[in-house]
Structures are given as structure tokens and as C-alpha cells.
């Protein structure tokens, strides 16, 4: 196994308390619907300081979406895309073992756990989304040492906790320290209606 890889599996950073953020894995594409409703409850509806449901028509992103960058993440040398997620765990107490042996019948916790925040990183020369054209010598393009983000939110419910800043913070390390990018872009809108590309013209 490449270090890389190695590292993109392993490297974890704390949050808060029970909260944490890493890569996505194989393991999450049972987390699909679960990831997609954090993204759409956090842009398209007006629970939270992140929404933008007046600029865009219906949801921001689909099951399919995140399906797919869950399976770029897992192939990040050729796609060189990263799906963060915060995850919050709730450590509950289960009994292990039978009847017949009371040492095996003792109670552990196990962690389970849920999704309560997203933080895409794509890099590698990836091309702009139209939203966001560039006139600059890359013709659009994304340079060999710098990467974009995208998807950054936090569901409702955690919002005004300080956690949209740790977020912030513990993607742009991993996109340094992990990724080894050098600089990182973001944009605010993306997929805008005809009213808003009207007024940016």
C-alpha cells in the first residue's frame, strides 16, 4: 500500500468533543442518501446560514452525486478528489456474548455514528465549473499544486457551534498536509439561476 493511501485511510482530525472529520471510504456508500440529505438540508432549505435555496432549483446535489465522489475519493491518484465528512459519534452500550458465559456477556460500547457535515476537495488540474470561470495563463484550469473546495457545510442543527470553522480549518490542513496542495480556491455560487447569471453579466 502508498503511503498516500495509507494516509488518505488514516488521517483524522477532532473537531469536537465526539466529532470528527476524515475521507470517505467504501464502507460509506451505505452512508449515500444519509451524506446527500446533510448537503440538501444544509443548501436548500432555510434552516441554516449556508442556504442558498432562492439561487438554485431544486436540490443541490443527488444520491448519484455523492455516489460518485465517494468512488473518486477511494480512487484519488487518478481522480484527485477527496469527500470529507463530519462525522458525530454516539457511543452506545450493548450486551456481548450468551447467557451460557457471563464473562462474554459483559456490556461494551461500540460507536455509532452519523454524518453531520461535508468538505469536497478536488485538485490535479481539475477544469472550473462554468459558475466560476477564470481569465487568468491556466485557461480555466486548476494548477498541478492547488485545489478547490466545494460542498463545504454543516447540517442545521449543529450550526452557530464554532464547528463551520473548525471544518474550514481541518480540510485546509488536509489538503496541505494530506494532499500536499500549496494553495486552495473556493467560490460561493454554483449551478446559479438565470436571474443571478443576469445580474453577474
Not at 446533510?38 to 438554485?56: D, E, M, Q
Amino acid at each position: 500500500m502508498e503511503a498516500t493511501t495509507f494516509l488518505l485511510q488514516k488521517k483524522h482530525y477532532i473537531l469536537k468533543d465526539n466529532i470528527y472529520l476524515r475521507a470517505v471510504n467504501v464502507k460509506d456508500l451505505e452512508r449515500v442518501d444519509q451524506i446527500t440529505s446533510v448537503v440538501n438540508s444544509a443548501f436548500v432549505t432555510n434552516a441554516g446560514w449556508t442556504s442558498i435555496s432562492s439561487l438554485i432549483n431544486g436540490d443541490k446535489v443527488t444520491p448519484g452525486d455523492i455516489k460518485a465522489l465517494i468512488l473518486e475519493t477511494i480512487d484519488y491518484e487518478r481522480t484527485k478528489t477527496q469527500l470529507l465528512c463530519a462525522f458525530e459519534r454516539h457511543p452506545t452500550k450493548i450486551k456481548n456474548g450468551n447467557n451460557t458465559n457471563y464473562d462474554d456477556y459483559k456490556e461494551k460500547e461500540v460507536d455509532n455514528e452519523s454524518v453531520i457535515g461535508t468538505y469536497l476537495i478536488k485538485g490535479g488540474r481539475t477544469k472550473f465549473p462554468a459558475s466560476a470561470q477564470r481569465t487568468d495563463q491556466l485557461e480555466n484550469e486548476i494548477g498541478d499544486s492547488e485545489c478547490y473546495y466545494d460542498l463545504y457545510c454543516i447540517l442545521p442543527s449543529y450550526q452557530s457551534q464554532g464547528l463551520g470553522g473548525k471544518l474550514q480549518r481541518a480540510g485546509s490542513l488536509y489538503a496541505r498536509d494530506v494532499l500536499g496542495y500549496e494553495s486552495a480556491i473556493m467560490w460561493a455560487f454554483e449551478n446559479r439561476t438565470p436571474e443571478l447569471l443576469a445580474c453577474s453579466d
